[in-house]
C-alpha cells in the first residue's frame, strides 16, 4: 500500500539536486538585490518569483498526480477476469506492479526493466534504484529484443517509461516488439505525460523531457498499432490504449 505523500516525497528525494540549486540560484539573485539600481531591481524580485513559483507549482502538481488522482491505485483499468498473461514494462523505477499484481489476481504478472546505466544516466533514477528493490522475479532487457512468444500478452503496460527511449527509431522498434507479443485482442497501455501547454505551465523547461501527442501518433502508426482509446486521468497525464491493427475490441 502505497503511503501519505509517497510520491511528491519520492520526487523530493530523487531529485534534490535540482530544488538545491533553485534555492542557490535564489539566494543569489537576493544577495545581489541590494547592488542592483532602481527599477532594474525590480527585475531580480521578478526572478525571486518565478523560482519560488516554479518549485510551488511543480511540487503541487506532482501531489496531485501521484498522490492524490488514484493512478496506482488502477481503478481506470478494467479487470476482466480472463487474463492469462499481464506484462509490465518499466526503465529502472517500478511502482506499478505491486498494483498490478493486486488486480490481476488469477494472471500471471511478468516484469520488464530496460534500464541501461550507459543510456539512462538520470542521477534520479540511480538513487530510486537503490531505496527501491525491484519487483520480484524482474528481467532485465534491451527496448528491441522482448522474451515473450509471439501473441502471448493480454495487457502489456508502460506507464511514465517509453519517454525514457530518446531515439525515435528504437522507440518505434520497442513498439513493434510490444505489437508481436501481443494477443489479437490483446491491450497497450501507454501512460505518459505530454509536451503541451499545462505540462509546461507545471514543469517549466522539465516538460521537455516529454513527447507531443503527434510525436506518439506517429510512433504508434509506424508501429502498425491502432490508437483504440485516448485517457485523462488528469489534465496532465494521458493514457492510450493500443491494439494491433485491424484487432480493435
Same mark, same amino acid.
Given at each position: 500500500?502505497?503511503?501519505?505523500?509517497?510520491?511528491?516525497?519520492?520526487?523530493?528525494?530523487?531529485?534534490?539536486?535540482?530544488?538545491?540549486?533553485?534555492?542557490?540560484?535564489?539566494?543569489?539573485?537576493?544577495?545581489?538585490?541590494?547592488?542592483?539600481?532602481?527599477?532594474l531591481?525590480?527585475?531580480?524580485?521578478i526572478?525571486?518569483?518565478?523560482?519560488?513559483a516554479?518549485?510551488?507549482?511543480?511540487?503541487?502538481?506532482?501531489?496531485?498526480?501521484?498522490?492524490?488522482?488514484g493512478?496506482y491505485?488502477?481503478?481506470?483499468?478494467?479487470?476482466i477476469?480472463?487474463?492469462?498473461?499481464?506484462v509490465?514494462?518499466?526503465?529502472?523505477?517500478?511502482? /506499478?506492479?505491486?498494483?498490478?499484481?493486486?488486480? %490481476? @489476481?488469477? $494472471? !500471471? =504478472? &511478468?516484469?520488464?526493466?530496460?534500464?541501461?546505466?550507459?543510456?539512462?544516466?538520470?542521477?534520479?533514477?540511480?538513487?530510486?534504484?537503490?531505496?527501491?528493490?525491484?519487483?520480484?522475479?524482474?528481467?532485465?532487457?534491451?527496448?528491441?529484443?522482448?522474451?515473450?512468444?509471439?501473441?502471448?500478452a493480454?495487457?502489456?503496460?508502460?506507464?511514465?517509461?517509453?519517454h525514457?527511449?530518446?531515439?525515435?527509431?528504437?522507440?518505434?522498434?520497442?513498439?513493434?516488439?510490444?505489437?508481436?507479443?501481443?494477443?489479437?485482442?490483446?491491450?497497450?497501455?501507454v501512460v505518459?505525460?505530454?509536451?503541451?501547454?499545462?505540462?509546461?505551465?507545471?514543469?517549466?523547461i522539465?516538460?521537455?523531457?516529454?513527447? /507531443?501527442?503527434?510525436?506518439?501518433?506517429?510512433? %504508434? @502508426?509506424? $508501429? !502498425? =498499432? &491502432?490508437?483504440?482509446?485516448?485517457?485523462?486521468?488528469?489534465?496532465?497525464?494521458?493514457?492510450?490504449?493500443?491494439?494491433?491493427?485491424?484487432?480493435?475490441l
Open positions: 500500500m502505497r503511503k501519505p505523500f509517497q510520491g511528491t516525497l519520492n520526487i523530493l528525494r530523487f531529485n534534490w539536486h535540482f530544488y538545491l540549486l533553485a534555492l542557490i540560484g535564489l539566494g543569489f539573485l537576493l544577495s545581489i538585490e541590494s547592488l542592483i539600481p532602481d527599477p531591481n525590480l527585475l531580480i524580485w526572478g525571486s518569483f518565478i523560482t519560488i516554479d518549485i510551488i507549482v511543480s511540487l503541487a502538481v506532482s501531489f496531485y498526480i501521484y498522490d492524490l488522482s493512478l491505485a488502477f481503478k481506470w483499468i478494467k479487470a477476469g480472463d487474463e492469462k498473461l499481464i509490465n514494462i518499466h526503465a529502472g523505477f517500478d511502482e /506499478s506492479s505491486v498494483g498490478l499484481k493486486q488486480l %490481476f @489476481k488469477s $494472471a !500471471e =504478472l &511478468t516484469v520488464f526493466d530496460f534500464y541501461n546505466p550507459k543510456i539512462h544516466t538520470e542521477v534520479s533514477i540511480k538513487r530510486a534504484r537503490k531505496a527501491y528493490p525491484p519487483f520480484t522475479g524482474t528481467i532485465a532487457i534491451e527496448t528491441k529484443s522482448i522474451p515473450l512468444a509471439n501473441e502471448s493480454d495487457k502489456i503496460f508502460v506507464i511514465f517509461s517509453a525514457e527511449i530518446r531515439d525515435e527509431q528504437e522507440r518505434v522498434a520497442f513498439f513493434k516488439e510490444l505489437n508481436r507479443c501481443l494477443k489479437p485482442k490483446g491491450e497497450i497501455i505518459e505525460h505530454l509536451r503541451d501547454t499545462l505540462n509546461f505551465m507545471a514543469y517549466s522539465g516538460f521537455f523531457h516529454f513527447y /507531443s501527442l503527434k510525436t506518439w501518433l506517429r510512433v %504508434f @502508426k509506424t $508501429a !502498425e =498499432l &491502432t490508437l483504440n482509446k485516448t485517457q485523462k486521468l488528469t489534465p496532465f497525464v494521458s493514457v492510450y490504449t493500443l491494439h494491433s491493427n485491424g484487432n480493435q
